[in-house]
């Protein structure tokens, strides 16, 4: 069981994450997007969706910062652990709360709003499950085990367990020992890969970037009288098939 779920589990989620994006990229182009629903309701993306992305940001950060970043780097580079532990703990609660603040209202507007709650695909419930599940773990193992709890080193475990797929070595034992909490928040993340090319979070590959340096678009006025529509089509016909009246 514990290879399975430590070993043959994140491979898998790793082979279909990107398999399933070469797949969606050459049969599905044109639902490569967001299928956004801000004509249909503003007044709740307006808020939620700054909080849930700049939420998601944070985290991602501190999970890198966390996970790929081996903690005798850090020490090297003048971070102590205690300072780094205080750094994670804030930020990681503060981006938390953002991350679940902003999820909560984009769930609550697809049930409130009936037009948005049509457009709601099941891909899109199932989703939005996901990212609860991982994001409400996520605030139990930060705030229940290092606020409220004894405290636990994820850096000399999981950390190094999730290195060591990338560099085929994983050490399961390291898993296995490790609070539940942390262990469901892994398994969860490794399936949301797994979910990830047949949802609508493929649009995170195709962000405009290219807005951040593009140059501004300029708008000229016209002068002079302004242009007569062209005639449409059954305008030109009807005028064709009218009879000329001839006079004497």
């Not at 430590?6 to 599905?28: E, K, Q, T």
């Not at 999981?158 to 898993?175: D, N, S, Y």
């Amino acid at each position: 069981m514990t290879t399975l779920l430590w070993v043959v589990l994140p491979y898998i989620c790793l082979a279909v994450f990107i398999a399933g994006h070469v797949w969606r990229w050459r049969h599905d182009q044109f639902g490569w997007t967001t299928h956004t629903s801000q004509l249909l309701e503003n007044r709740l993306l307006r808020l939620g969706s700054p909080l849930f992305h700049l939420g998601v940001l944070g985290v991602l950060g501190g999970h890198v910062l966390g996970l790929v970043i081996p903690a005798s780097l850090t020490e090297a580079v003048g971070i102590s652990e205690h300072t780094y532990h205080l750094v994670a703990v804030s930020a990681g609660s503060v981006t938390g709360i953002m991350l679940i603040a902003g999820l909560a209202l984009l769930i609550a507007r697809r049930f409130v709003n009936g037009r948005v709650r049509r457009k709601t695909t099941v891909m899109d419930q199932v989703l939005y499950t996901f990212l609860a599940v991982i994001a409400v773990l996520g605030m139990v193992a930060v705030v229940g085990e290092n606020i409220f709890g004894g405290g636990y080193d994820y850096r000399a475990t999981i950390a190094v367990w999730f290195r060591g797929i990338f560099w085929f070595q994983p050490h399961t034992e390291l898993m296995a020992g490790a609070p539940l909490v942390y262990q469901l928040h892994a398994i969860s993340g490794f399936l949301l890969l797994a979910l990830w090319p047949f949802t609508r979070l493929v649009h995170v590959w195709s962000a405009p970037l290219a807005y951040l340096w593009r140059p501004y678009v300029v708008y000229r006025g016209r002068r002079g009288p302004a242009p007569v529509a062209a005639p449409t089509p059954a305008a030109v016909r009807d005028a064709e098939r009218r009879p000329v009246s001839s006079g004497r």
